[in-house]
């Protein structure tokens, strides 16, 4: 495995320090939304759920991309619901690419594992305790959900819906250092790259939903500009 010493950063803020000094584990969930008004609040109250009935130390930081339909207004209602220690706010004013969205994210993150998932609710948060229990059994450095083993399943899924996956914060930071997608192509890049620098993946069974409410952020030149990814990144690796 590659060595991480050289990728580790120095704790940015007292909750980092505080975290770090008594060995508690954190989780930082990095999650992007572009008109998730009505998905929002039911995806943090899953993820606050989720959490607190398994005892896990958790913040989960929104990064909102100038949504027109009043996303940020509901996640601000969000923060003040369950405190500025949990829900983080951290929005940008237009939609900037998803990769840029996770660098946002991870600058405001004060856990020691990253969690990236979609807001739309095609992952259900019921699966993370399962991620974090992978990850100690076998000290992953990354934690996948994969709908191709055991019973991991598919409804209503398409080929642009993205990903469920858990980072040391070390190692996501050097991913990031290494890619050069910006776009939906981001999380695909980020694992070619992951298996290069030879960190060590582990999967879990999960299965994947459609989209509950709105449309796919995904629109033509975004599938444009993904198709383009996918070349650069064959081209590259």
């Not at 995806?43 to 009043?70: A, C, M, Q, R």
């Not at 949990?86 to 600058?107: D, Q, S």
């Not at 095609?122 to 993370?128: A, C, G, L, N, Y």
Request: charged letters at 30%.
């Amino acid at each position: 495995m590659a060595s991480l010493e050289g990728s580790r950063s120095p704790p940015r803020s007292r909750r980092e320090l505080e975290m770090r000094s008594t060995g508690q584990d954190k989780y930082s969930v990095l999650l992007p939304t572009y008109n998730e008004r009505e998905n929002l609040p039911l995806i943090v109250w899953l993820l606050v759920k989720s959490f607190s009935e398994s005892g896990i130390n958790y913040e989960i930081i929104i990064i909102d991309d100038g949504s027109p339909d009043g996303t940020r207004d509901v996640a601000e209602q969000l923060e003040k619901i369950y405190g500025s220690d949990r829900i983080l706010l951290r929005p940008r004013e237009k939609k900037l690419g998803l990769g840029t969205a996770y660098i946002h994210g991870m600058k405001h993150a004060t856990g020691n594992y990253i969690i990236i998932m979609d807001a739309d609710l095609s992952h259900h948060p019921k699966f993370i305790p399962e991620f974090i229990r992978k990850q100690k059994e076998g000290n992953f450095d990354i934690v996948s959900g994969t709908r191709y083993k055991g019973n991991g399943g598919v409804y209503g899924w398409d080929l642009k819906r993205k990903i469920i996956r858990l980072y040391r914060k070390e190692v996501l930071e050097k991913l990031i250092e290494k890619c050069v997608s910006k776009g939906y192509v981001f999380q695909m890049e980020m694992i070619v790259r992951a298996r290069q620098l030879n960190y060590t993946i582990g999967e879990v069974p999960i299965s994947f939903v459609d989209r509950v409410y709105g449309e796919s952020k995904l629109g033509g030149n975004e599938i444009v500009s993904f198709l383009r990814g996918l070349l650069t990144l064959f081209a590259t690796t």
